[in-house]
């Protein structure tokens, strides 16, 4: 597990695991169906996700607009998931960005947790995947390029395509 | 310095600053200050890169609500086209996100060859009702410090070769100007300070050690910019450029013609071609009345 301060947010660090090779998706997605509260955490289908950078650029955006009190969905976690998509279409956010049925590799992360170790541990007992180190590297091999070019409607999918991504991203909901 | 001078700058109170960043514990450097909105330098990478915050504080002498209804439309303006200019070779059919105004976008083959990607700056968080931008870092001077950097040798070789960088640098100013055309955008404020010369090797964040003309002319400050792809609009923007290079640089005026040359002629301006000449033909008639068309008649 790897705990992420971003900048300007020191007091909402995030806790950021990998999994690959998931094998209980669809129980993970019922837990969040079902509202459990052990469960929240954001769960992101690692295959549209395209760098840290991106993940980072999502999760500042949801974090901020906690803060400002202009949350659209139900927490910062939630929020997490609707912020990476470019529209305001709550359901279809959580179907492209979200853990569904067929997710493979899984990207989880919680925000401000008092006890991190709680959440490693809890994380890891959850999901039933291989722990994989969070780098562009590794998410790279995971990116669904298809899924991808779909959800923000671009041509490329690589490094030159983060800035503009990101850029959604920031301008989502103008 | 720089720890000194943030520090200080925050409780110092030129205005009070947004959410989050009254709260951060990254160090805020003032860069520059406009009629509207202050520059700080700090970070937004986990990384440790430098970036560029740009704030629209409150005007208290404006009522509330306009005021908050203009800092949104300008931030926002600003926004909206760094990040399409940012998605040129990328977004698929050339949509921008959160766009409302239908804007008129430029035909197909007056498309930018290769697009501004990379030579805008990146837009990396915002929020428009606090009024605030985050944008990556450009690194190196501005183009109005690089020449001013550059003093004439002494001996005829030397003079000789800063005239062809000079030249060198006119063609890539034309280039760049031509391709943020080509892309449908009017900067609206071009001189010689909205633009960063930014060396090819863009790591080195120590570029003032030399006073080479080389790099990557890279444009900035698009708060006065607007989305437009007539002639008319495309030759004010250079008429702008035209008079701000003459009065900033009276010493290298006579070269400005090197700019319009490659602007309309130059294979990556993307202006090239029958578009260009018609911009050029429309400056000759900005040339002999000024930047505002007559409303008489």
């Known amino acids: ?174 | 310095m720089a720890d000194a001078a943030s520090s200080s700058a925050r409780v110092n109170a030129l205005h009070k600053f947004p959410p989050p960043f009254d709260t951060s514990d990254e160090s805020f450097e003032l860069i520059a200050q406009g009629a509207e909105s202050l520059l700080y330098r700090t970070t937004f990478s986990t990384t440790g890169q430098p970036a560029a915050l740009k704030v629209r504080p409150e005007k208290k002498w404006r009522h509330p609500i306009l005021d908050k209804r203009l800092t949104r439309a300008r931030i926002l303006a600003e926004a909206r086209v760094l990040v399409k200019l940012s998605g040129e070779g990328i977004a698929a059919g050339g949509s921008t996100p959160g766009k409302r105004a239908k804007v008129k976008q430029p035909k197909e083959g007056e498309k930018g060859v290769a697009g501004l990607r990379g030579f805008v700056p990146a837009v990396l968080a915002l929020d428009w009702e606090r009024g605030w931008m985050m944008t990556e870092w450009v690194y190196g001077r501005t183009v109005k410090q690089a020449i001013h950097d550059t003093q004439a040798g002494r001996r005829a070789v030397e003079r000789e070769q800063r005239l062809q960088d000079l030249k060198e640098l006119l063609r890539r100013i034309g280039e760049v100007v031509g391709k943020l055309h080509a892309s449908g955008v009017i900067h609206g404020d071009l001189t010689t300070s909205n633009m960063m010369l930014r060396p090819y090797d863009a790591t080195t964040p120590d570029p003032t050690s030399t006073d080479s003309l080389d790099g990557d002319v890279v444009l900035i400050d698009f708060g006065l910019s607007t989305q437009s792809v007539s002639d008319e609009d495309r030759a004010v923007d250079l008429y702008v450029l035209e008079r701000a290079f003459g009065s900033t640089h009276p010493r290298e005026e006579d070269l400005f013609p090197e700019v319009l040359t490659a602007y309309a002629e130059n294979e990556g301006s993307g202006m090239n071609g029958k578009v260009g000449k018609l911009v050029l033909r429309k400056l000759e008639d900005v040339r002999m009345r000024g930047r505002k068309k007559s409303m008489v008649g």
């Not at chain 1, 947010?9 to 806790?15: E, G, R, T, V, Y």
């Not at chain 1, 990476?84 to 919680?110: H, M, Q, Y």
Request: glycine fraction near 4%.
């Open chain 1, 1 to 174: 597990m790897e705990t992420i301060t971003l900048p300007h947010l020191p007091q909402f660090p995030l806790q950021v695991v990998l999994f690959s090779e998931v094998k209980n998706a669809d129980f993970l997605r019922q837990q969040l169906l079902d509202g459990n509260t052990d469960f929240e955490y954001a769960f992101l289908d690692a295959a549209v996700i395209l760098s840290r950078e991106h993940v980072f650029a999502a999760c500042f955006r949801a974090i901020n607009d906690t803060l400002q009190s202009r949350l659209k969905s139900k927490n910062v976690h939630s929020e997490i998931v609707f912020a990476l998509s470019p529209n305001n279409n709550i359901s279809e956010s959580f179907r492209r960005f979200g853990v569904s049925d067929t997710t493979k590799d899984l990207l989880a992360i919680k925000v401000a947790s008092r006890d991190a170790v709680h959440t490693e541990t809890h994380l890891k007992e959850s999901v039933q995947g291989t722990v994989v180190p969070f780098t562009d590297e590794v998410l790279a091999g995971m990116t669904d390029e298809a899924c991808l070019r779909k959800a923000y409607k671009i041509d490329v999918v690589g490094n030159e395509a983060d800035a503009y991504v990101v850029g959604m991203i920031a301008l989502k909901g103008s």
